[in-house]
């Protein structure tokens, strides 16, 4: 759990769940992926844990053909720098739509091991 603070609300505590659900319904604005990448560091800050997968692969299902303006790295990153297992959920969000943010993080899973 991490505090944030707004000007206008003061200190508020966000838990994963609460940035995961906000991640799952991100929606740029203008081409503006600016909002997404914010998630993401408050996302990264708390350290999150598998619950949090479904909703960073559904970003690239949501956007099979896109990069997000290069945020969707962040997930790539992101994740793979995490110490718990995903390839089963990235192989499952692949099931569901194929992505090509998704085949990437798959080939660089295969070439690692």
């Known amino acids: 759990m991490i505090v944030a603070y707004s000007a206008e609300e003061g200190p508020s505590v966000r838990t994963e769940n ?27 800050r708390i350290g999150p844990t598998a619950s949090s997968l479904r ?25 793979e720098s995490l110490p718990i297992p995903y390839e089963a959920e990235l192989r499952e969000s692949l099931a569901r739509q194929h992505s090509e943010m998704g085949e990437i993080m798959l080939s660089r899973l295969e070439r690692s091991q």
């Open 18 to 44: 609460e940035i995961a659900a906000d991640v799952m319904g991100f929606l740029p604005v203008d081409g503006n992926w600016l909002s997404l990448e914010r998630l993401l560091e408050e996302l990264w």
């Open 55 to 79: 909703a960073l692969f559904a970003v690239f299902e949501r956007f099979p053909n896109d990069d997000g303006a290069g945020v969707f790295w962040s997930i790539v990153h992101g994740i």
